[in-house]
């Protein structure tokens, strides 16, 4: 059997020139855990050309959906962000990560930090039942360069709090904290810096991160990941994998492809 499915494009939304979003068919025998990764991709020349993209639509849903930055040299992104609906697009069929609620050791909150298309994990998180009955309060943190990068802001704060199956649990336990960095905003500034200055907290009305309490997701650049787990590691947080779960867990966002 293939290690893909081929999929149709069902819809495609540009967010800015940099980032776009696009939903796929979904194979009934695709299995994934809410926050996966698996490889998807396009055919050039008759070879799979395949990148690593954590899928945003939550596992009880029909259809697939993916986040994306438009690189313009990018050898995959340069050709995927002109896909169309109906298009024909390649998905793996194992997927996996580390972003998985089930690596981290119970806790009473959760947060979620996410930069850029960091954020495509915890989409499918903030849609999980699971994730509610485990944490009494998720704070889901998006940083992102400019206003129009935050992605899925209309329907984490108008949509979802109202969503017929999940509402209630997202509108008494999920706080979505978007903030920017490159122009004026409600809130403003890198996400480690406000959680070093307490900034976060302070606004969320919230007790500063506790290794006791707290647990922790981190999805982003490089230098972003290296700082965040630096910041954790300091506080006597312990970083989980897939084999011990640990007070937090990080995975790369795929971005520069
Ligand atoms: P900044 O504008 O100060 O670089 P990108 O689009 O480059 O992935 O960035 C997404 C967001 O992540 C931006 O707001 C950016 O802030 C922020 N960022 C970049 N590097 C770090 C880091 N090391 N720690 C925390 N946030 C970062």
């Known amino acids: 059997m293939s290690a893909f499915n081929e999929e149709r494009v ?16 979904r194979d009934s025998s695709l299995r994934f855990s809410n ?16 990148r ?3 899928i945003v639509s939550a596992n009880y849903e029909e259809h697939l959906e993916f986040l994306s930055i438009k ?3 990018g ?21 996996t990560g580390t ?3 089930d690596y981290l050791l119970p806790g009473r909150r959760l947060y979620l930090l996410g930069t850029g298309t960091g954020l495509a994990p915890f989409m499918s998180i903030v849609r999980d039942p699971s994730t509610y009955e485990k944490f009494e309060q998720v704070v ?4 992102v360069r400019q206003v129009d990068e935050l992605a899925y802001h209309d329907l984490l704060i108008d949509h979802l709090p109202t969503h017929e199956f999940l509402g209630e649990m997202v509108a008494s336990q999920l706080r979505y904290y978007p903030t920017v960095t490159r122009e004026p905003y409600r809130n403003m500034g890198r996400i480690t810096e406000l959680i070093q200055t307490g900034k976060l907290f302070e606004d969320l009305q919230m007790p ?27 506080r006597g947080f312990n970083e989980g994998n897939t084999t011990t779960p640990g007070d937090f867990v990080i995975e790369r966002a795929f971005a520069e492809q």
């Not at 926050?35 to 395949?50: Q, S």
């Not at 340069?78 to 998905?91: F, N």
């Not at 889901?140 to 940083?143: A, E, I, Q, S, T």
């Open 10 to 25: 069902l819809s495609v939304h540009h967010w800015t020139d940099r980032l776009f979003t696009f939903t796929t068919t």
């Open 208 to 234: 500063a991160l506790d290794a006791a309490n707290d647990r922790v997701m981190i999805c982003g650049s490089p230098a972003m990941l290296r700082d965040l787990k630096h910041m954790l590691e300091a």
């Open 99 to 101: 972003l998985l609620i």
């Open 75 to 95: 050898p995959l992104t340069s050709r995927l962000q002109h896909i169309q609906v109906g298009d024909s697009i390649i998905v793996g069929r194992k997927p």
């Open 52 to 54: 690593a993209y954590s």
């Open 140 to 143: 889901l943190v998006h940083g």
């Open 35 to 50: 926050g996966h990764f698996t490889m998807i991709g396009l055919r050039v020349n008759n070879k799979p050309l395949l």
């Open 71 to 73: 690189v313009p040299e």
